[in-house]
Nanobody, 123 residues
């Protein structure tokens, strides 16, 4: 199973960014997906998750209202749309494929991880 994340880069505070993650090697539509992030010197933290169908989504309080997770099961792709970016959003963002159908904030609920994509928000 491979997860390929892309879309990171440098964005100014208040700007927008969309991350993508393409999954191969498993039946994408059967599993929940999520995004986590890790800032320098900090532990990896949950950002957002989406159920297998896209019918349920979950967000960390720190990004709620600014971030939207979505998926296209026909393209084996999960997205993270970030608006009103803040400097504290600067981190490496990782996509993860779940062990089950529903999303969770716990890292232990995911068994495959992407390589990460760097997001830097300048003030």
């Amino acid at each position: 199973v491979q997860l390929q994340a892309s879309g990171g880069g440098l964005v100014q505070a208040g700007g927008s960014l969309r991350l993508s993650c393409v999954v191969s090697g498993r039946t994408f539509s059967r599993y929940a997906m999520s995004w986590f992030r890790q800032a320098p010197g900090k532990e990896r933290e949950f950002v957002a998750a989406i159920s297998w169908s896209g019918g349920s989504t979950y967000y960390a309080d720190s990004v709620k209202g600014r971030v939207t997770i979505s998926r296209d099961n026909a393209k084996n792709t999960v997205y993270l749309q970030m608006n009103s970016a803040k400097p504290e959003d600067t981190a490496v963002y990782y996509c993860a494929s779940g062990k089950g159908t529903m999303g969770s904030a716990g890292a232990g609920s995911y068994d495959y991880w992407g390589q990460g994509t760097q997001v830097t928000v300048s003030s």
